[in-house]
């Protein structure tokens, strides 16, 4: 039986749909940031051409560094916990949106945030029969509500050469600890294995 048109038409559908969402959060963060630093950079630079008659190239960029360091800093306090906390709640309740909003956020978070995700780096055996191992990091040692068997855990492998990686549920025999710095190890697996590893650092704590 012959492919109907519909089903191709599906299928484009579905790509096109999965092709924004991986280009989505960045293209959405480089965009803003774009934007901001075009606008703080003109208008404080007419600014301080009209009051000293000079301009300062590059100026958007230490404002605009300095505004989200201000933004980072205020969003810690207390005063600001309740709006956050409000964005959050519109955001994730928006279809589609909130694939992208909470993903990113998570992702964030695992590198930055207080509950960071990628101090375990490890090494992983990817086939018991074949010499062939990958560098990864740990991200959930207890699977079982997904209803997935104790002895298996999850790990995300980095590619290299960009920022992106796969997630693999794999034996927790498979997995060996590697006693270097969680930032080291991330450096080396995206450099492709170029940058060179600092053998005195241990292993970051969560």
């Given amino acids: 039986m012959q492919p109907k048109f519909s089903d191709y038409s599906k299928k484009l559908l579905n790509y096109f749909l999965q092709g924004l969402l991986y280009i989505t959060p960045l293209g959405a963060t480089v965009l803003i940031i774009y934007l901001t630093f075009n606008y703080i950079d003109t208008r404080a ?19 605009t560094l300095t505004i989200i360091t201000i933004i980072g800093y205020f969003g810690k306090s207390i005063l600001a916990k309740p709006l956050v906390s409000l964005v959050d709640a519109i955001m994730e309740k928006v279809p589609f949106i909130k694939i992208i909003y909470t993903s990113t956020k998570d992702f964030m978070s695992a590198f930055v945030g207080q509950k960071k995700k990628f101090t375990e780096a490890v090494l992983v055996q990817m086939n018991k ?42 034996p927790a025999g498979n997995v060996t600890h590697i006693n270097a710095s969680s930032t080291e190890i991330m450096k080396f697996i995206v450099s492709g294995g170029i940058t060179e590893i600092n053998k005195t650092h241990e292993n970051e704590e969560a």
Avoid at 49 to 58: F, H, Q, V
Avoid at 152 to 169: D, E, K, Q
């Fill in 45 to 63: 630079n007419d600014l301080l051409d009209s009051i000293l008659s000079i301009r300062i190239p590059g100026l958007g960029v230490l404002l």
């Fill in 129 to 170: 029969d074949a010499e062939i191992y990958k560098l990864g990091f740990i991200t959930q040692k207890d699977l079982t509500m997904l209803g997935i068997k104790e002895d298996l855990i999850a790990v995300y492998l980095p590619h290299s050469y960009n920022f992106s990686g796969n997630l693999f549920i794999v």
